[in-house]
């Protein structure tokens, strides 16, 4: 596992077309600071402009997801976000491949906003999710509140936000929250194996998926569809189209280009 560039709070790992993402401040219960955040924001970047990755996966060292935002960092007057960018470095960025939360411990404020911008998660049993910026005169502004209601039923994200109590994983998987509980210990590599089932699909049709996720869910139908057409109007003319016909025809894996 490498580091990235500058410091070893965040771990990069390269395997099989997957990045997996690390924030290694454990003693911190790795707590986001100004430094996490631009790390992360570059490992975001890498994995988007590196052809050979297709997914990646984001994870906290230590059985800890993440406390959230370094209190003691921002008492001095530093701030865990990235210009246009987000807490973190991306939680207002637009992420273009598949981005797997592996949670294991807490996911705590940012910590917690930060999994609810990955698009898959994966949990240990006994994770926990809390937004408890209302106990201390705050609101979740950095995903929270909007993606929040947008993955669960209203009354229950009202809960969560409301009260800043936690949700726990059975709970967030009763939901539809999140996609795989993992005995604890193993979400990550649960969330890899995942990871393996994603990549394995062609990289353009992946991207097509998450442009249209990401931008046709508060349009009526018809502007829906016609924004969804947009987006994919060129895949079925594509090499990873045809390719991906002719490997069902021979029965044999693809191997796709992006292009």
């Given at each position: 596992m490498s580091t990235a560039p500058g410091t070893d709070l965040v771990l990069q790992e390269r395997r099989d077309g997957v990045l997996t993402v690390t924030i290694n401040r454990p003693a911190q219960k790795n707590a986001v600071n100004h430094t996490v955040a631009v790390q992360l924001a570059a490992a975001m970047d890498l994995l988007d402009a590196d052809p050979e990755l297709s997914v990646g996966v984001l994870t906290g060292a230590g059985g800890v997801f993440s406390a959230g935002m370094d209190l003691k960092a921002f008492a001095k007057g530093e701030l865990p976000v990235i210009a246009g960018r987000g807490f973190g470095g991306f939680t207002r960025a637009?992420?273009?491949?598949?981005?797997?939360?592996?949670?294991?411990?807490?996911?705590?404020?940012?910590?917690?906003?930060?999994?609810?911008?990955?698009?898959?998660?994966?949990?240990?049993?006994?994770?926990?999710?809390?937004?408890?910026?209302?106990?201390?005169?705050?609101?979740?502004?950095?995903?929270?509140?909007?993606?929040?209601?947008?993955?669960?039923?209203?009354?229950?994200?009202?809960?969560?936000?409301?009260?800043?109590?936690?949700?726990?994983?059975?709970?967030?998987?009763?939901?539809?929250?999140?996609?795989?509980?993992?005995?604890?210990?193993?979400?990550?590599?649960?969330?890899?194996?995942?990871?393996?089932?994603?990549?394995?699909?062609?990289?353009?049709?992946?991207?097509?998926?998450?442009?249209?996720l990401r931008g046709t869910q508060t349009l009526s139908l018809s502007d829906a569809f016609a924004r969804q057409d947009e987006l994919t109007g060129g895949l079925a003319t594509s090499e990873d189209a045809r390719e991906g016909v002719l490997a069902f025809a021979e029965k044999r894996a693809p191997v796709w280009r992006g292009r």
């Open positions: 637009e992420v273009r491949k598949p981005l797997i939360a592996a949670v294991e411990g807490w996911a705590l404020g940012g910590g917690f906003e930060m999994v609810l911008a990955c698009d898959l998660i994966v949990a240990a049993e006994d994770a926990r999710f809390g937004l408890p910026e209302v106990t201390r005169g705050l609101v979740a502004t950095e995903g929270g509140l909007i993606r929040l209601p947008r993955s669960l039923p209203q009354h229950v994200a009202a809960r969560v936000l409301l009260t800043g109590e936690p949700l726990t994983a059975a709970e967030a998987k009763q939901f539809g929250l999140v996609n795989e509980l993992a005995p604890p210990g193993t979400a990550l590599d649960a969330a890899r194996e995942m990871a393996g089932r994603v990549a394995r699909n062609a990289p353009l049709a992946l991207g097509a998926v998450k442009d249209v």
